[in-house]
């Protein structure tokens, strides 16, 4: 018998020695120490046998030692005694993701094509562009800048940068580049945003594009920029060319490829305050510099936050385009008919009903559920983001196949009484489940062939997780120790 063979049969016997029902412990090692939860059979966390027990400590102080690196044990006690020890090196701790697709993207996600050189030569700055530019410069420094600027780029610098990113600035952008090579002493022009030079323009965007970069388990919401319609519900594009930053991480773009309601060369923000990819700031760069020339002492509102959070439906406005409920009241998503720019709705807390049968007429896109009882019904078809949790009874899914958007679905949190229907979902990329569905699932002969990325999530045993790896092509054994006490 090995050493950590004794250690474990040490641990199991103080295990069972003081439990009061059936369960189990899940217990990961490293090289700082040890991290515990007990669990019922039935996978709900709980306070089980007794934790003030000598020779448990005992056995918990000595496993590191012997442990020799990562280690996850799962024990698994009666009362009378017996018990079955699950331990592993290398089976993925909990929540555990695996990326089957690494180009995959969520809808509204996918990257665009990388920039490269190429020839954009279309003529020199527009002139009457130019003069208005220059015009709208020359009062702003009159009225706020009064040492005024250094002298501009030349024309032929500012193709040279556009030739290194194969496309052309907007006019005015131009303009400003032949009047200010930068802003260099922060003067206010573009206020907020301060103009960058055209050599850190080319370096910001040779490869580079802004907005979110999210992978299969991000979060999937694009909101839509105010005013509606103007910059496109993407997550990045290769229209947004970052030209200003200002003081606090956050930066201005020039659109090349706006939303129907849009204009070529609107501007847009994107960076740390920023909720959605981008922001809408300005119809164009010469908008910008007329707003800083009225308002440069005013303070501008921010932005109203797109996904409200709140108690109760009446408190929540009609506009919301995303709804976090916490509630512990029944829901029904028809009190959600009213809201008309509804894309994004998330309902918490110790909610005893969640009524779903009038949710076909939403067009929301993500939709998470943690209800004591939920049933399926005819869900909108513009859903591409579901997670079902909290449910006290098994309940059927089979109502989902009929969604031809559904792309990701987190069950883990949820009793399923037929999770092998999960088979025929026509759009599913990305499926998350705990141990027991997957493994079910995975019993039933489903192959994740279609699938781009798998989550463990829930409750999952050592030997859960162990089979789950496998069943991805991943190194993964476990080992199993049984006794009494």
């Given at each position: 018998?090995?050493?950590i063979?004794?250690?474990?049969?040490?641990?199991g016997?103080a295990?069972?020695?003081?439990?009061?029902?059936?369960?189990?412990?899940?217990?990961?090692?490293?090289?700082?120490?040890?991290?515990?939860?007990t669990?019922?059979?039935?996978?709900?966390?709980a306070?089980?046998?007794?934790?003030n027990n000598?020779?448990?400590?005992?056995?918990?102080?000595?496993?590191?030692?012997?442990?020799?690196g990562?280690?996850?044990?799962e024990?698994?006690?009666?009362?009378?005694?017996?018990?079955?020890?699950?331990?592993?090196?290398?089976?993925?701790?909990?929540?555990?993701r695996i990326?089957l697709?690494e180009?995959?993207?969520?809808?509204?996600?996918?990257?665009?094509?990388a920039?490269?050189?190429?020839?954009?030569?279309t003529?020199v700055?527009?002139p009457?562009?130019?003069?208005?530019?220059?015009?709208?410069?020359?009062?702003?420094?009159?009225?706020?800048?009064?040492?005024?600027?250094?002298?501009?780029?030349?024309?032929?610098?500012?193709?040279?940068?556009e030739?290194?990113?194969?496309?052309?600035?907007?006019?005015?952008?131009?303009?400003l580049?032949r009047?200010?090579?930068?802003?260099?002493?922060?003067?206010?022009?573009?206020?907020p945003?301060?103009?960058?030079?055209?050599?850190?323009l080319?370096?910001?965007?040779?490869?580079?594009?802004?907005?979110?970069q999210?992978?299969?388990?991000?979060?999937?919401?694009?909101?839509?920029?105010?005013?509606?319609?103007?910059?496109?519900?993407?997550?990045?594009?290769?229209?947004?060319?970052t030209?200003?930053?200002?003081?606090?991480?956050?930066?201005?773009?020039?659109?090349?490829d706006?939303?129907p309601?849009g204009?070529?060369?609107?501007?847009?923000?994107?960076?740390?305050?920023?909720?959605?990819p981008?922001?809408y700031?300005?119809?164009s760069?010469?908008?910008?510099?007329?707003?800083a020339?009225?308002?440069?002492?005013?303070?501008?509102?921010?932005?109203?936050?797109?996904?409200?959070?709140?108690?109760?439906t009446a408190?929540?406005p009609v506009?919301?385009?995303?709804?976090?409920?916490?509630?512990e009241?029944?829901?029904?998503?028809a009190?959600?008919e009213?809201?008309t720019?509804?894309?994004s709705?998330?309902?918490?807390?110790?909610?005893?009903?969640?009524?779903?049968?009038?949710?076909?007429?939403?067009?929301?896109?993500?939709?998470?559920?943690?209800?004591?009882r939920?049933?399926?019904?005819a869900?909108?078809?513009?859903?591409?983001?579901?997670?079902l949790s909290?449910?006290?009874?098994?309940?059927?899914?089979?109502?989902?196949?009929?969604?031809?958007?559904?792309?990701?679905?987190?069950?883990?949190?949820?009793?399923?009484?037929?999770?092998?229907?999960?088979?025929?979902?026509?759009a599913?990329?990305?499926?998350?489940?705990?141990?027991?569905?997957w493994?079910?699932?995975?019993?039933?002969?489903?192959?994740?062939?279609?699938?781009?990325?798998a989550?463990?999530?829930?409750s999952?045993?050592?030997?859960?997780a162990?089979?789950?790896?496998?069943a991805f092509?991943?190194?993964?054994?476990?080992?199993?120790?049984?006794?009494?006490l």
């Amino acid at each position: 018998m090995t050493q950590i063979d004794e250690v474990l049969h040490q641990l199991g016997k103080a295990f069972v020695a003081g439990l009061r029902e059936p369960g189990y412990r899940l217990t990961t090692v490293h090289r700082h120490g040890s991290q515990s939860q007990t669990y019922t059979m039935a996978g709900e966390p709980a306070l089980l046998g007794r934790w003030n027990n000598l020779d448990l400590n005992n056995a918990m102080a000595a496993l590191p030692g012997v442990a020799g690196g990562g280690l996850v044990v799962e024990m698994i006690g009666d009362p009378s005694g017996r018990y079955t020890i699950h331990w592993s090196r290398d089976v993925p701790s909990l929540p555990a993701r695996i990326v089957l697709d690494e180009d995959y993207r969520l809808p509204r996600h996918e990257l665009p094509p990388a920039r490269g050189p190429g020839t954009t030569d279309t003529g020199v700055t527009d002139p009457a562009v130019l003069a208005e530019v220059e015009r709208l410069v020359g009062e702003f420094a009159a009225r706020h800048h009064a040492q005024g600027y250094a002298t501009g780029c030349s024309e032929e610098e500012i193709l040279a940068a556009e030739q290194h990113l194969g496309l052309r600035l907007p006019e005015d952008l131009r303009a400003l580049y032949r009047l200010i090579r930068d802003d260099s002493g922060e003067s206010g022009l573009l206020d907020p945003f301060v103009l960058a030079r055209l050599d850190v323009l080319v370096e910001w965007n040779r490869k580079n594009h802004p907005g979110y970069q999210d992978g299969p388990f991000d979060d999937a919401m694009i909101f839509e920029c105010m005013p509606a319609g103007h910059v496109r519900r993407v997550s990045s594009s290769n229209g947004w060319v970052t030209f200003a930053r200002d003081y606090g991480m956050n930066f201005a773009a020039v659109d090349l490829d706006p939303g129907p309601q849009g204009r070529i060369g609107q501007v847009v923000t994107h960076g740390r305050d920023v909720w959605a990819p981008v922001e809408y700031v300005a119809a164009s760069v010469t908008d910008l510099i007329r707003r800083a020339i009225a308002t440069l002492d005013n303070e501008r509102p921010s932005p109203p936050d797109p996904e409200i959070r709140a108690d109760k439906t009446a408190d929540l406005p009609v506009t919301a385009q995303g709804v976090v409920l916490r509630t512990e009241a029944p829901v029904s998503l028809a009190e959600f008919e009213r809201f008309t720019n509804l894309r994004s709705l998330v309902i918490r807390g110790k909610v005893p009903r969640v009524d779903l049968t009038r949710a076909a007429v939403l067009q929301i896109e993500r939709l998470h559920v943690e209800a004591a009882r939920w049933e399926l019904a005819a869900l909108p078809p513009s859903l591409i983001d579901l997670t079902l949790s909290g449910n006290d009874e098994p309940t059927p899914v089979a109502e989902l196949a009929t969604l031809p958007n559904l792309v990701r679905l987190d069950l883990s949190g949820a009793a399923v009484s037929d999770i092998d229907v999960i088979a025929a979902f026509p759009a599913l990329r990305v499926l998350t489940l705990d141990g027991p569905q997957w493994i079910q699932l995975l019993a039933s002969g489903w192959k994740p062939a279609q699938l781009a990325a798998a989550g463990l999530g829930g409750s999952a045993g050592v030997s859960d997780a162990a089979r789950w790896s496998q069943a991805f092509g991943r190194d993964s054994s476990f080992y199993t120790v049984t006794g009494d006490l």
